[in-house]
């Protein structure tokens, strides 16, 4: 069922903020509260608005389970490529390959509160995006297989 | 005698569980060498200034692996129940 | 090449499978063949890194894997003040050996499922759980960092879960799965606590670390608790075995064989909490004879649930609560013993390495019985024994293969499960008389049970329902045949590697100090 | 002792749900109790790691450098994220039974007793 054309109005506003806000969740993981997970719950959120102000049916019909699918599967590979990268740089699994570099978030850090730059953290801000992307996916897939579940549409 | 059961469980469990506020003291814990290597180490060692972030994804960075693949399993398992069934499997009946 | 896997085969062992079962989603796309080809062949990978580790660490000592560290082995970094920060994987031969046997099966299982699985649908799912379920044990049995431990039982329990409620079949698959999910993640949780108590004190995740800080508090008993109370739950022993029969009736086949190892997993999980991070500082008698009697109960109560079954696979998983009880029994009666060199030289060790070898046997005898049950009911459809008969004409290769089964876990030789059974015997008896009998007599009723359901399932006249019922796929018999194979070789050839294998393991159980000096350097 | 009202609270939370785990008979209670233990174990996690005094471990423009433990907080993600997918799975597994046999009450599950 349709919910009011106010509701809808509203979600349809909503959504760009939502998206944005999740978005500098995931990237400012490594500077302020938040992170990965957090970033992709919000975003995460979303959909789950989408299905609050229009009914399952037509969120099934734009919102593809190939792409979410696809994203987590990229978000995992991403993740696990990343830190398996670290073992040709002759680091051990995991280990922090891109710190202190100087290239894209390679710039070193001194210890002390500072005002926090973005090009910081190494291989953490890639993990973040990995894990942003994954817990996306995961989510809205989440949702929409046990939304199915419940109308009975098995698949 | 099946609520006397339930209630001797839970009174045992009341013990165990309410016990870790007898041992530990809130605020001044007894031993914290890791972490204050971790506060001292940790902007120069994995270039994050939210600590957090760098335990979860630096120092812990393979506990995270596993929680991204309890995540994942999960997934998997609920579009597994949910799928349907393909035609040549039948439903065996328990009996 | 070879020296790059070797020195990351810890890490590599994790990250294979976990790299297979995130791909299988865009490789399943392919079809079917490639995606069979794809998950043995990350399987058959993951038990050869798992040999090479075991190697490895057999002839060269534990090895340390510190993720995220220059190096792996410094697990300590300079100004730390010697605890290691990062996850540490701590490889002794106790881990090495469970690894080793774990992904065997987990190979062997999968070349089951190629042929047990072809006709059902979400198999990418399928396949992709199982390499996680591998994921998840290989993950607890190599880990030397408590949360880390946590998080691999959560994938395991999740994933064994999932695998439980593959089938659907009317929603009983489902409640099956729900009552193993609930009452493994109940036991997460307990473990969690208990771990939480344990950081709250000593500030510390690393078994050996908290190991060496260990004064035996009000709190580390209450700790002790939750953990053997979780751990024995997800290990399936008597009073907290109710999932088991459930559970292992309800899966596929080759998932059930899978599931022993699991829950094994965390048998092996109890271990190492006991021996390497509360050792001799326990109260190792009153602790000991709680683990006999634990043990004792799983075996009896075990084999007297199993004899009246009618469900084949239902009575198996009561036998194999039973088993378990051995494993319990053997290395309890070494953690009584703990603080007694003596005692622990004339029969100790030998108790400890009967219960340790034991539980491979009982891994490859006992998933060779649950592919045979796979085998019976994918060929006829039913699992009540009332129904069966017969099936000896048609499908004779299975028949051969479930009385190698048989015999060995009732203990006969030439088969392992003789072996394991007689060290146990020999030093329990040593020991305390009555208990070593109980153990026979538990044995000689397993043998009774199992020739009943022989003579029900094999035996008698042809059936005509049963007329069109054939031998199972190749890749099937296979499996069940490896499995057979491994059954005989360790029980003909049990000295060569009790003394390669299972004895290091033993030792590097009891050895806590060499556990610590492992991680933390000599001390 | 009063100072320690947070691990009390814990312990508390982890009882009730307990509690709950036996006495409801519905499958979603108890997988909601199953949440409730879940959150007393987090909030156990959490206090453990308190300093007096201790701010965020986040240096971005930190009022001060004496902090809180880091590591208890990063477990206790660890483990929300977990239960979150804990829940989602037994629910899962929740919404399939109670479609195929037409209720959730957990007496009803006769279907597996021998």
């Known amino acids: 069922m349709n919910m009011s054309n106010l509701v809808r109005s509203g979600a349809n506003i909503l959504m760009p903020f939502i998206l944005v806000y999740g978005f500098y969740i995931v990237v400012h993981g490594h500077l302020t509260p938040g992170g990965g997970f957090q970033g992709g719950a919000v975003i995460a959120t979303a959909v789950v608005l989408l299905m609050v ?96 579940g419940l109308k009975g549409d098995a698949e | 005698m099946k609520n006397a059961l339930r209630t001797g469980v839970l009174v045992v469990c009341a013990v165990a569980f309410l016990v870790a506020g007898l041992g530990l003291s809130f605020g001044t814990p007894a031993y914290t060498d890791m972490d204050d290597y971790m506060l001292a180490h940790g902007q120069e060692e994995t270039g994050s200034n939210n600590i957090v972030t760098g335990v979860v994804f630096d120092y812990r960075g393979f506990d995270t692996l596993g929680e991204a693949t309890v995540l994942f399993t999960v997934v998997l398992g609920a579009g597994l129940v949910f799928r349907r069934l393909g035609k040549k499997e039948d439903e065996y009946e328990y009996e | 090449m070879m020296d790059f896997i070797i020195a990351n085969a810890p890490a590599l062992l994790i990250a294979l499978p976990m790299l297979g079962a995130f791909a299988l989603p865009l490789v399943g796309r392919l079809g079917d063949t490639p995606r069979n080809a794809w ?10 890194i798992a040999a090479l580790l075991a190697w490895t660490v057999l002839s060269g000592g534990p090895v340390l894997y510190t993720f995220g560290a220059a190096s792996p082995a410094d697990a300590i970094p300079a100004d730390s003040g010697g605890i290691p920060i990062r996850i540490v994987f701590t490889v002794d031969a106790m881990s090495a050996f469970m690894a080793v046997f774990a992904s065997f099966v987990g190979l062997v299982t999968c070349l089951y499922s190629v042929a047990s699985e072809r006709r059902s649908s979400g198999k990418d799912g399928y396949y992709a759980l199982m390499l996680l379920l591998l994921v998840g044990i290989l993950g607890m049995v190599c880990t030397g960092d408590l949360f880390n431990f946590f998080v691999f039982l959560e994938i395991n329990s999740l994933a064994g879960a999932a695998l439980v409620a593959y089938r659907i079949d009317k929603g009983v698959s489902v ?28 500030d510390s995740l690393n078994m050996a670390v908290i190991a060496s800080r260990m004064s035996y508090t009000m709190l580390d008993k209450v700790a002790l608790a939750l953990f ?69 109960l799983s075996m009896f109560v075990g084999v007297s649930m199993a004899i009246p079954q009618k469900d084949v696979k239902r009575l198996m998983a009561y036998h194999a609560v039973s088993q378990s009880g051995y494993m319990l ?21 030998t108790a400890m390495e009967g219960g340790i070898f034991h539980i491979v046997n009982h891994a490859m005898y006992k998933g060779l019985l649950f592919l045979t049950a796979g085998a019976i009911f994918l060929q006829t459809g039913t699992r009540n024994l009332n129904k069966m008969g017969g099936l000896g004409h048609s499908m004779k290769w299975t ?125 | 002792m009063i100072e320690n009202i947070p691990f009390f609270c814990a312990g508390l939370l982890v009882l009730i749900g307990l509690a709950v785990i036996v006495t409801k008979r519905d499958l979603i209670k108890m997988v909601m109790g199953l949440a409730l233990v879940e959150a007393g174990v987090n909030l156990l996690l959490v206090a453990t790691g308190y300093i007096s005094g201790g701010v965020a471990p986040i240096f971005t423009n ?53």
């Open chain 3, 399 to 523: 028949m051969l293969f479930f009385i190698i089964g048989a015999l060995a876990i009732a203990g006969i030789p030439p088969f392992n499960g003789f072996a394991s059974k007689l060290m146990i015997y020999e030093s329990v008896f040593a020991f305390s008389p009555v208990i070593a009998v109980i153990a026979m007599v538990v044995s000689i009723l397993t043998l009774a049970s199992f020739v009943k359901v022989f003579h029900a399932i094999f035996m008698g006249p042809e059936q005509p329902k049963y007329e069109g019922v054939g031998e199972v796929p190749k890749p099937m018999l296979a499996a069940m045949a490896v499995l057979a194979i491994m059954t005989i070789l360790m029980g003909v050839f049990p000295e060569q590697i009790v003394t390669t294998v299972i004895a290091p393991a033993a030792d590097a159980l009891i050895d806590q100090g060499a556990y610590v000096a492992t991680v933390l350097g000599g001390i």
């Open chain 3, 329 to 349: 029994l053997g290395v309890g009666v070494g953690l009584v013993v703990l603080g007694d060199a003596a005692a622990m030289d004339a029969f100790g060790r």
């Open chain 4, 62 to 114: 930190a009022p001060s450098t004496e902090m809180v433990m880091a590591t208890v907080q990063a477990m206790t993600l660890t483990n929300i994220v977990i239960g979150i997918a804990t829940t989602a799975l037994l629910l899962s597994f929740v919404m399939v039974i109670s479609r195929k046999y037409g209720t959730r009450d957990v007496t009803e599950m006769r279907r597996l007793k021998e």
């Open chain 3, 175 to 202: 409640e099956a799965g729900l009552k193993y999910g609930f009452l493994s993640t109940l036991a997460g949780l307990m473990v969690l606590y208990a771990i939480a108590l344990l950081y709250g004190q000593y």
């Open chain 1, 53 to 148: 102000a229009y009914s399952y049916e037509n969120v099934r019909a734009s919102v593809s389970k190939h792409v979410l699918k696809n994203s987590e599967t990229a978000g995992l590979l991403l993740f696990i490529g990343t830190a398996l990268l670290a073992l040709t740089a002759g680091l051990a699994f995991f280990g922090n390959w891109l710190l202190d570099l100087g290239v894209i978030f390679g710039t070193p850090v001194a210890f002390g509160v500072n005002p926090g730059d973005i090009n910081t953290g190494g291989i953490i801000p890639v993990l973040n995006i990995a894990v942003g992307i994954e817990v996306l996916g995961a989510m809205g897939l989440l949702l929409l297989a046990m939304l199915g």
């Open chain 3, 228 to 296: 053997v109370a979780g751990l024995a739950l997800k290990a399936g022993a008597v009073p907290m075995h109710f999932w088991t029969p459930d559970a292992y009736s309800m899966a596929p086949g080759a998932v059930t064989a899978f599931l022993v190892v699991a829950s094994q997993a965390g048998l092996y999980g109890l271990f190492r909490i006991l021996f390497s991070v509360y050792g001799l500082t326990l109260s190792y008698v009153t602790v000991g004879w709680a683990v006999i009697i634990l043990g004792v």
């Open chain 3, 39 to 48: 998950v043995l062949g990350v399987a058959l990978i993951t038990f050869v």
